[in-house]
């Protein structure tokens, strides 16, 4: 089996504290780490937006990485500043002026490359190799934009985390941030060999857009459900959870994430004279959240809530260990890390209905309709009220874990789709 090229270049271009743990940037650095000690032929590689080539890096991992699983082990003083190479529409000002601003910049980025020891990195031809990436499509979109210019074929596996931006049924009156993704995830669909999903609900997603027109054809699709695995880590633990039982939410705001479910609940518990839990926030600050907790209607519970910003890997270990339970309102996810981490620790879940929360949490989360908080309220209720019940949950969850998904086998479906890409490319050539 040829080599396969393993894509780090969403943590050499994301690799600031406020990304380092997101959804994203987890899965590219647990199933890195996967790959890292598989024993498989894997290089890995970052896309230099100064250089506008790839270079093969000696990521660092375990212990020795500051994220505690893996990163591309490159100073982070270097890491570059993003500009997009393409776009979906046309603009006279923006076409006349964009080459000096992007000129400017890659001068930028040179200087920032200054910081890359001499010898940490070589250049790497990707020309008829195998790449997977599993980074956001617009940074894909960008260096298959200045590969296809400088003629090389890259034999582009990626794998595609959600469609949420498509969602509505009008796509004339589409903003910014919805054309630029729809932009570059046909960039990313056009280039592939074979395209990679996050659950069955992601490809069946991908399909339905494919088919309505939104997107183009597809080649093959393979979905690779992502992990329930929470992996320790040796990071400080410096921010911990109340000593009271709590609720946590993993990266919840308001709108798709549905933070207003969990707090008009709490409001609801108050109201009837049960028990209100203190319900811990963990990720990043969002000034969005922070005013909708200002706001109105709230009061009752506003002291309830306690925020853990920007937890590490072993901090958010400790918070699921700890947690009453955690509550997943989401009305829509990809897969939802948050609810398989909460089960693999055996934490309580209490997760929505929607199709893809049931993909991971199957028989071992309790479910609620993300538009009725009162449900919701009567089930954190019960956790807190009935010992035994939550005693015998407990254990139940504690029996299920060896049937849960490791990142291992996450890494393992990879390999297993390249080496059918691996014999595909042979036959062709």
Same mark, same amino acid.
């Given at each position: 089996?040829?080599?396969? &090229?393993?894509?780090?270049?969403?943590?050499?271009?994301?690799?600031?504290?406020?990304?380092?743990?997101?959804?994203?940037? *987890?899965?590219?650095?647990?199933?890195?780490?996967?790959?890292?000690?598989?024993?498989?032929?894997?290089?890995?590689?970052?896309?230099?937006?100064?250089?506008?080539?790839?270079?093969?890096?000696?990521?660092?991992?375990?212990?020795?990485?500051?994220?505690?699983?893996?990163?591309?082990?490159?100073?982070?003083?270097?890491?570059?500043? *993003?500009?997009?190479?393409?776009?979906?529409?046309?603009?006279?000002?923006?076409?006349?002026?964009?080459?000096?601003?992007?000129?400017?910049?890659?001068?930028?980025?040179?200087?920032?490359?200054?910081?890359?020891?001499?010898?940490?990195?070589?250049?790497?031809?990707?020309?008829?190799?195998?790449?997977?990436?599993?980074?956001?499509?617009?940074?894909?979109?960008? &260096?298959?934009?200045?590969?296809?210019?400088?003629?090389?074929?890259?034999?582009?596996?990626?794998?595609?985390?959600?469609?949420?931006?498509?969602?509505?049924?009008?796509?004339?009156?589409?903003?910014?941030?919805?054309?630029?993704?729809?932009?570059?995830?046909?960039?990313?669909?056009?280039?592939?060999?074979?395209?990679?999903?996050?659950?069955?609900?992601?490809?069946?997603?991908?399909?339905?857009?494919?088919?309505?027109?939104?997107?183009?054809?597809?080649?093959?699709?393979?979905?690779?459900?992502?992990?329930?695995?929470?992996?320790?880590?040796?990071?400080?633990?410096?921010?911990?959870?109340?000593?009271?039982? &709590?609720?946590?939410?993993?990266?919840?705001?308001?709108?798709?994430?549905?933070?207003?479910?969990?707090?008009?609940?709490?409001?609801?518990?108050?109201?009837?004279?049960?028990?209100?839990?203190?319900?811990?926030?963990?990720?990043?600050?969002?000034?969005?959240?922070?005013?909708?907790?200002?706001?109105?209607?709230?009061?009752?519970?506003?002291?309830?809530?306690?925020?853990?910003?920007?937890?590490?890997?072993?901090?958010?270990?400790?918070?699921?260990?700890?947690?009453?339970?955690?509550?997943?309102?989401? *009305?829509?996810?990809?897969?939802?890390?948050?609810?398989?981490?909460?089960?693999?620790?055996?934490?309580?879940?209490?997760?929505?209905?929607?199709?893809?929360?049931?993909?991971?949490?199957?028989?071992?989360?309790?479910?609620?309709?993300?538009?009725?908080?009162?449900?919701?309220?009567?089930?954190?209720?019960?956790?807190?009220?009935?010992?035994?019940?939550?005693?015998?949950?407990?254990?139940?969850?504690?029996?299920?874990?060896?049937?849960?998904?490791?990142?291992?086998?996450?890494?393992?479906?990879?390999?297993?789709?390249?080496?059918?890409?691996?014999?595909?490319?042979?036959?062709?050539?």
């Amino acid at each position: 089996m040829a080599a396969v &090229y393993y894509d780090l270049s969403e943590q050499f271009l994301a690799s600031g504290v406020k990304f380092k743990y997101y959804g994203i940037a *987890r899965t590219v650095m647990e199933v890195g780490y996967e790959l890292a000690v598989s024993g498989a032929d894997v290089r890995f590689v970052i896309f230099s937006p100064a250089h506008e080539r790839f270079f093969e890096v000696n990521p660092r991992i375990g212990s020795l990485s500051p994220t505690g699983i893996l990163d591309p082990g490159l100073p982070r003083a270097a890491t570059p500043k *993003r500009m997009r190479y393409s776009f979906p529409t046309q603009s006279r000002l923006r076409d006349a002026i964009y080459p000096a601003v992007q000129w400017t910049v890659r001068k930028m980025n040179l200087k920032r490359w200054r910081n890359v020891p001499e010898g940490m990195v070589k250049e790497v031809d990707l020309d008829g190799q195998i790449l997977v990436s599993l980074g956001r499509p617009k940074i894909m979109a960008d &260096y298959l934009t200045v590969m296809d210019k400088a003629g090389v074929k890259i034999r582009l596996n990626p794998l595609l985390h959600d469609m949420f931006p498509l969602y509505g049924s009008d796509h004339v009156r589409q903003g910014t941030f919805t054309r630029n993704f729809l932009h570059d995830n046909k960039i990313v669909i056009r280039h592939a060999e074979r395209l990679l999903s996050n659950s069955e609900f992601t490809k069946a997603e991908i399909e339905r857009f494919s088919a309505l027109g939104h997107l183009p054809a597809l080649p093959p699709i393979v979905a690779i459900p992502l992990s329930h695995e929470m992996r320790p880590t040796d990071e400080p633990i410096v921010q911990t959870g109340p000593t009271e039982p &709590y609720l946590l939410g993993v990266g919840t705001m308001t709108g798709r994430k549905n933070l207003e479910c969990v707090l008009n609940a709490m409001v609801y518990l108050r109201v009837t004279g049960r028990p209100v839990p203190v319900f811990v926030l963990a990720g990043a600050h969002r000034k969005r959240t922070e005013a909708y907790i200002k706001g109105p209607g709230l009061s009752s519970i506003r002291s309830r809530i306690h925020f853990a910003l920007n937890p590490n890997q072993a901090e958010l270990c400790k918070l699921y260990e700890n947690a009453l339970a955690l509550v997943i309102p989401s *009305r829509m996810e990809g897969w939802g890390l948050p609810l398989g981490e909460a089960l693999w620790m055996g934490t309580p879940a209490l997760a929505s209905n929607a199709p893809v929360l049931k993909e991971v949490g199957g028989d071992l989360a309790e479910y609620f309709d993300p538009d009725d908080p009162t449900a919701l309220a009567d089930k954190i209720d019960k956790l807190q009220s009935d010992p035994e019940g939550y005693s015998a949950l407990k254990t139940r969850l504690a029996a299920a874990r060896p049937r849960l998904r490791p990142w291992k086998d996450v890494a393992q479906d990879i390999l297993a789709a390249t080496e059918t890409t691996n014999e595909a490319g042979a036959k062709v050539h």
